[in-house]
T-cell receptor
Framework: RKEVEQDPGPFNVPEGATVAFNCTYS??????FFWYRQDCRKEPKLLMS???SGNEDGRFTAQLNRASQYISLLIRDSKLSDSATYLC???????????????FGKGTKLSVKP | DTGVSQNPRHKITKRGQNVTFRCDPI?????LYWYRQTLGQGPEFLTY????????KSRLLSDRFSAERPKGSFSTLEIQRTEQGDSAMYLC??????????????FGSGTQLSVL
């Protein structure tokens, strides 16, 4: 099983649509979770952190289910500018028990059409 | 510009040559990461440093790859005897380390390597 798995898409949606992305991770010891956004030929940038209680930032809502090892991202009222690849990211633990490296999923491509 | 800086932006080399990339992180960040990304894939972890100490290295990383961060500031990634399969975008990122938790990563624009 891959460490972080995402549906690669592409998701093609009209403007104004609501779209949801899912991600599963294999390491139950992971403690930090993130969604990153990557535009074509650009570097990844943090979209939002994901907390156990769930969190919302404007049109974006992230959820974490530790029991199922599952993370989701919901985008409401999608805009043309939301077109990008969305990367699910989890942390590993190093031998000292502190957070190690960040493991990225392959990403889910979103294309919002007029 | 106080972001993460990577040089060069592009590198074209012939198979078998050695190449070296440089990364200058955000000055107060003690963690520095190297990732590699190919088209259609997410960034693949290579190695990371906390200050000058290299704490983890991917098991997938060939011994042709070596990274250093001699004074805990800038880092270099060297690839020896390059192969066509090394062609990729090499991304550097830095992060403050807040206690035992990872804070967000700030990425540089990357170095695009093409091995002919």
């Amino acid at each position: 099983r891959k460490e972080v798995e995402q549906d690669p898409g592409p998701f093609n949606v009209p403007e104004g649509a609501t779209v949801a992305f899912n991600c599963t991770y294999s390491n139950s010891a992971s403690q930090s979770f993130f969604w990153y956004r990557q535009d074509c030929r650009k570097e990844p940038k943090l979209l939002m952190s994901v907390y156990s209680s769930g969190n919302e930032d404007g049109r974006f809502t992230a959820q974490l289910n530790r029991a199922s090892q599952y993370i989701s991202l919901l985008i409401r009222d999608s805009k043309l500018s939301d077109s990008a690849t969305y990367l699910c990211v989890v942390t590993s633990l190093n031998y000292g028990g502190s957070q190690g490296n960040l493991i990225f999923g392959k990403g889910t491509k979103l294309s919002v059409k007029p | 510009d106080t972001g993460v800086s990577q040089n060069p932006r592009h590198k074209i080399t012939k198979r078998g040559q050695n190449v070296t990339f440089r990364c200058d992180p955000i000055s107060e960040h003690n963690r520095l990461y190297w990732y590699r990304q190919t088209l259609g894939q997410g960034p693949e972890f290579l190695t990371y440093f906390q200050n000058e100490a290299q704490l983890e290295k991917s098991r997938l990383l060939s011994d042709r790859f070596s990274a250093e961060r001699p004074k805990g500031s800038f880092s270099t990634l060297e690839i020896q005897r390059t192969e066509q399969g090394d062609s990729a975008m090499y991304l550097c990122a830095s992060s403050p380390m807040g206690g035992r938790r990872i804070e967000k990563l700030f990425f540089g624009s990357g170095t695009q390597l093409s091995v002919l």
